[in-house]
């Protein structure tokens, strides 16, 4: 719904959108009722969209692509920073990243890494979670977690590793039903050709060497082959793309893969949890 509330909170990226529309309209010597018989709107929307009182959606978006991009993409452009804007803050800067990496090398040890959700678990988790959000916002934060799969068919294909700590398979999130359909979700993903998926068992520490103690992160190569690394916890997060820092993680990664079970030990293990004969 519009609202003055909405003009003093728009995001940068939906004010850069209502004032290049805003131009283009006029440069083309249209009103606003015109616009809007282009777009398939109201007159009253396409203003709220100029003035920011109802920042333009993802459906008008496509359409002032089709009437007013002219090849540009400017639109198609501001569709995907805009969905970026809707992240937690924290997440924002990490978002853009996953979606462009070369490779991403994983590590989970609270709950099953984003990327791997089902939708199910994902609206549990988010539903569950504290502070408790509205159910619009928990909706939102879920639509915007699938979203983030289309990074496993993208062309070029990028390369994807994830190490998920054994407590993680078994910690219930949603129900068992729920929790089924994510294991046998995970087994599904493992049969991608870019994707290896392992699991450090339970036990990894018994032999007195353990490298994973520190918790999970997550390693990003850019198209420019950056070494980065993401860590977030209890709402807060950090991007390291100091050379020297980047390295120390990255050897840690490597240790805790080696802790791990091998890739059909892991998926056998899901299997069995999930209740799949082996």
């Known amino acids: 719904m519009a609202s003055a509330e909405n003009k003093q909170t728009a995001s940068p990226m939906a004010l850069m959108v209502a004032e290049v529309v805003r131009t283009m309209r006029i440069q083309r010597g249209w009103t606003q009722e015109q616009l809007g018989l282009e777009l398939g709107y109201s007159a009253a929307a396409v203003s709220a969209m100029e003035t920011c009182a109802q920042p333009a959606s993802d459906a008008m978006l496509v359409e002032l692509e089709r009437v007013l991009g002219n090849g540009t993409t400017v639109f198609d452009t501001a569709r995907r920073y805009m969905r970026m804007e809707k992240y937690p803050q924290q997440f924002q800067d990490y978002a853009l990243l996953e979606q462009a990496a070369l490779s991403l090398q994983l590590f989970a040890t609270n709950v099953i890494h984003g990327l791997f959700q089902t ?15 509205s159910e619009q ?14 990074l496993f068919d ?23 039903e729920v929790m089924r359909e994510q294991l046998l979700h995970l ?10 998926l392992l699991v450090l068992p339970l036990d990894a520490g018994k032999y007195g060497e353990y490298a994973a103690g520190h918790g999970e992160m997550n390693l990003v190569e850019t198209p420019t082959h950056e070494h980065l690394v993401y860590l977030e916890a209890q709402d807060e997060s950090l991007l390291i793309s100091d050379p020297a820092k980047a390295s120390t993680y990255a050897r840690r990664y490597a240790m805790i893969r080696a802790q791990a079970l ?14 799949v004969a082996v």
């Open 154 to 176: 993208r062309d070029p294909l990028p390369m994807i590793e994830i190490i998920i700590d054994e407590a993680v398979l078994r910690r219930v999130i949603g129900g068992e």
């Open 137 to 150: 916002r928990v909706e939102e934060l879920v639509q915007l977690r699938m979203e983030r799969t289309v």
């Open 262 to 275: 091998g890739p059909r030990e892991s998926l056998d293990l899901i299997k069995r949890l999930a209740g």
């Open 187 to 196: 087994v599904e993903c493992a049969r991608r050709r870019n994707v290896t």
């Open 119 to 133: 939708e199910a678990y994902a609206r549990a988790l988010i539903g569950g979670g504290y502070p408790p959000l």
